[in-house]
């Protein structure tokens, strides 16, 4: 959401994990603010105990070729580091 020239960035994934899926989820949420012309400032807000601990274990084990899975995790997470290591706009 915004208010005044800020917008809030909110995720909350259970204690913190981030699967691949939900990596590439707030990648594209970050770009859409990222092109909001009037967002002059990111908040980024995460869950009410954690903001994130790193790749989702649980989701690693379900999948088919656990290594694949653990590889895409990883640069999934590293894209989204990316994103927000390069913005001016970030508090």
């Known amino acids: 959401w915004e ?7 909110w995720f909350d994934f259970y204690d913190g994990a981030m ?3 939900q990596c590439y989820r707030l990648c594209k949420a970050w770009d859409c ?6 967002c002059k400032i990111i908040v980024m807000m ?17 999948a ?5 899975e653990s590889w895409e995790n990883i640069v999934a997470i590293d894209d989204f580091v990316r994103r ?4 001016k706009k970030l508090t």
Do not use: P, Y
């Open 3 to 9: 208010k005044n020239l800020a917008c809030f960035l």
């Open 19 to 21: 699967s691949t899926d």
């Open 33 to 38: 603010i990222q092109s909001n012309s009037k």
């Open 46 to 62: 995460g869950g009410t105990d954690f903001f994130s601990n790193g790749i989702h274990l649980n989701v690693i084990e379900a």
């Open 64 to 68: 088919a070729d656990a290594e694949q």
């Open 84 to 87: 927000v290591l390069m913005c």
